[in-house]
């Protein structure tokens, strides 16, 4: 054998072959499908779990949470419910059971899981047997930026019915606690659920669909998250009518570096965000061209995919550092592009 023959063989180990879940109901699987196309498979897991009881007979694992996002220091944590909304004729009434189930039941999970991902970062698994951990190496927990959502399902329509508009719920950060539920109550209105235990994001039927498909890099996505609960726990928001229509607002405005932002205009001490602006900003020529151009650089998230796709299944060849966590390192590389950069990219390629 010639030495340069030699220099391309290297030792590789047994393939890893990771099996990824697709969610249990049909809105795990829908917002699966979502954080597959803005995070991409490779940093997108559903349905994690941790170890506790005898897992050599089988396993005893307890979900932790729906859908679990590691990138760098970012750790997101999603709670998915779907949940009837009730039709009793009692509006507030209504609300208050629903709020309990399928919002503040939801927080209470994703806290829950923030804290066993800080207490015990390598007892994470992808299987309720807990023999499959969690493939990707969590960040320092003192350092990690932990971002959590609720999704919260059925309420569009009832929304829609007593208030009119797109069903989205109401952003109103001086709602705090049990203010939720408590005399005077405010149906279809989320504030600040426990600012004590971190700020978590609420997303409906609506604003889920209209966040997601906007911001569908890592990147971006993590970069709203970080500067809405920036925006909010600072006071500088009063109202939003929708949290599309925030999404609006931060498209539409940029900060000293170019980039997008939560302005206040000078002299004002908070900013409200009317009703509509989401809609007026989707149907805007500019920004309809702005998605054609954007056409392109979907190439670059397939070229990511393919080779998660041979990753996940073990399928790689003449790899170097072919371990899947050295893998994901050097593919963070490509995923950490923001959309726009994306499109320079593939346009060049």
């Not at 397939?302 to 080779?307: H, P």
Request: aromatic share 10%; net charge neutral.
């Amino acid at each position: 054998m010639s030495i340069n023959e030699d220099a391309l063989i290297e030792s590789v180990a047994a393939p890893t072959v990771i099996q990824r879940a697709d969610g249990v109901t049909a809105a795990e699987r829908k917002l699966k499908l979502f954080c597959d196309r803005s995070f991409l498979s490779l940093w997108s897991y559903s349905g994690i779990y941790r170890d506790q009881g005898d897992t050599l007979r089988g396993g005893n694992g307890k979900e932790v949470c729906d859908l679990l996002v590691v990138f760098e220091e970012h750790i997101i944590i999603f709670s998915d419910k779907d949940c009837v909304f009730p039709n009793s004729g009692d509006i507030k009434k209504d609300w208050v059971r629903w709020f309990k189930r399928a919002v503040l039941k939801s927080a209470e999970q994703v806290w829950g899981a923030e804290r066993w991902i800080k207490s015990h970062p390598n007892r994470l698994f992808l299987d309720r047997n807990c023999k499959q951990p969690f493939p990707i190496d969590l960040p320092d927990p003192k350092s990690a930026k932990f971002h959590r959502i609720v999704v919260a399902h059925d309420k569009t329509w009832r929304c829609r019915q007593e208030l009119g508009g797109s069903g989205s719920l109401v952003v109103f950060p001086s709602i705090v606690g049990a203010a939720h539920y408590t005399d005077p109550v405010l149906p279809f209105t989320i504030g600040q659920i426990n600012p004590a235990k971190g700020y978590v994001h609420v997303f409906d039927d609506v604003s889920l669909n209209a966040v997601m498909m906007s911001l569908d890099t890592v990147s971006d996505f993590v970069a709203y998250l970080t500067k809405k609960e920036q925006f909010i726990t600072a006071g500088k928001l009063a109202i939003a009518f929708g949290e599309e229509d925030l999404l609006a607002y931060y498209l539409q405005n940029y900060n000293a570096h170019n980039e997008h932002d939560f302005l206040v205009p000078s002299g004002s001490e908070a900013v409200a965000v009317q009703e509509g602006m989401w809609h007026n900003f989707a149907t805007r020529p500019e920004r309809l061209a702005q998605l054609r151009a954007n056409e392109i650089s979907y190439s670059w998230d397939g070229l990511i995919e393919t080779f998660n796709k041979h990753l996940f299944a073990g399928t790689q060849y003449r790899a170097t550092h072919a371990g899947f966590r050295d893998q994901e390192r050097l593919l963070r590389l490509l995923a950490r592009e923001p959309r726009t950069i994306r499109r320079i990219l593939s346009d060049a390629l």
